[in-house]
């Protein structure tokens, strides 16, 4: 089935460092959205893009949307302990299509 | 606002016992509902789907069903859970005859057989 490939799997940084993921698709994309989960809990939308090309940034985060509709950016600045999770991409084909997930980048912060 | 229920929060049961699974939703009418295993806190994997009452999409083969009685309940079940059943459920639900995206995810049900 359709895949997202979704990188790093994991990280583990200093506090205050600012972090880098991404999402890569061989296909195109018409909505690109990015999730953070607490552990236990289920994932919690962080930022929608819907356009290529689009940059939106929600606090410490920002996203874009890749040009080529085929990949999506999330960074972090300025890492904090409470920024631990894994995050998720998820990825829309069309209008009427099933989200489609990465298997997420686990972020581990030291303090 | 709208907001999103799961019960119950952890479940231990044996292999070969029956299974069932409660989300339902607040504040919208006629919402997509969604139903999601992920297993090993990586990795979600869509199971089923819902665009109204009694209808009903299932995107893999299992020994797992569901159904929506109700506008804003969506319901999991099994007859005969399997190890492999293990995991964590995730109901989740969209704005009614929207796209599928901005999908909003209730807290989750650990389920543990035995």
């Known amino acids: 089935g359709q895949q997202l490939n979704q990188s790093p799997q994991s990280m583990f940084i200093q506090e205050g460092e600012d972090v880098s993921m991404n999402c890569t698709s061989s296909?195109?994309?018409?909505?690109w959205l990015w999730y953070k989960q607490d552990p236990g809990e289920g994932p919690v939308l962080l930022i929608a893009?819907?356009?290529?090309?689009e940059l939106t940034s929600n606090g410490r985060l920002t996203a874009q949307f890749g040009i080529t509709r085929k990949d999506s950016f999330l960074n972090i600045s300025a890492s904090i302990p409470s920024d631990v999770g894994i995050y998720f991409c998820?990825?829309?084909?069309?209008?009427?299509?099933?989200?489609?997930f990465g298997k997420g980048t686990k972020l581990s912060v030291k303090p | 606002s709208q907001t999103i229920h799961q019960w119950p929060a952890t479940l231990v049961q044996p292999v070969g016992s029956p299974l069932s699974l409660e989300c339902t939703v607040e504040?919208?009418?006629?919402?997509?509902l969604y139903w999601y295993r992920q297993a090993a806190g990586r990795g979600l994997q869509l199971l089923f789907y819902?665009?109204?009452?009694?209808?009903i999409s299932s995107e893999v083969p299992q020994n797992l069903s569901a159904s929506r009685p109700q506008d804003r309940q969506f319901i999991l079940s099994s007859k005969k859970l399997l190890l492999s059943d293990s995991g964590f459920y995730l109901c989740?639900?969209?704005?009614?005859?929207?796209?599928?995206?901005?999908?909003?995810f209730g807290p989750g049900t650990r389920l543990t057989v035995l």
């Open positions: 989740a639900w969209s704005a009614a005859g929207g796209p599928a995206d901005t999908q909003y």
């Open positions: 819902s665009v109204g009452i009694g209808q």
């Open positions: 504040g919208t009418s006629n919402p997509n």
């Open positions: 296909s195109i994309f018409n909505t």
């Open positions: 998820a990825g829309q084909k069309s209008s009427q299509g099933n989200l489609i």
């Open positions: 893009l819907y356009k290529a090309g």
